[in-house]
Nanobody, 122 residues
Framework: QVQLAESGGGLVQAGGSLRLSCAAS????????IGWFRQAPRKEREFVGA????????TYAESVKGRFTISRDNAKNTVYLQMNSLEPEDTAFYYC???????????????WGQGTQVTVSS
């Protein structure tokens, strides 16, 4: 069983930065994947990016590539989403999730955090 808890959301002006954290408790196997997703009002949930817990391999959605960076601290059991050059279109509720599969599909993620709100003002 894995529990995830996000933190670090808030209000920021366009062009600014935020760093989200995803603290994991329970047993995370080295092949697990931690993904970040977001959902804006009246929009479908969107894959943002993911990191392999063991290898540190990352992948990103095209919409955030070059602006967002995912990293992990294995000692702290925490994954970070560093968001730079934020745009109003990045406004959404952000979730982290865990999956045993290397995938961008939310349905393949077994464990989810409660989410954190990110609001980017223009």
């Amino acid at each position: 069983q894995v529990q995830l808890a996000e933190s670090g959301g808030g209000l920021v002006q366009a062009g600014g930065s935020l760093r989200l954290s995803c603290a994991a408790s329970g047993r995370l196997f080295s092949n697990y994947v931690i993904g970040w997703f977001r959902q804006a009002p009246r929009k479908e949930r969107e894959f943002v990016g993911a990191i392999n817990w063991g290898a540190g391999t990352t992948t990103y959605a095209e919409s955030v590539k070059g602006r967002f960076t995912i990293s992990r601290d294995n000692a702290k059991n925490t994954v970070y989403l560093q968001m730079n050059s934020l745009e109003p279109e990045d406004t959404a509720f952000y979730y982290c999730a865990a999956s045993p599969s290397w995938t961008i599909h939310g349905l393949m993620y077994n464990y989810w955090g409660q989410g954190t709100q990110v609001t980017v003002s223009s």
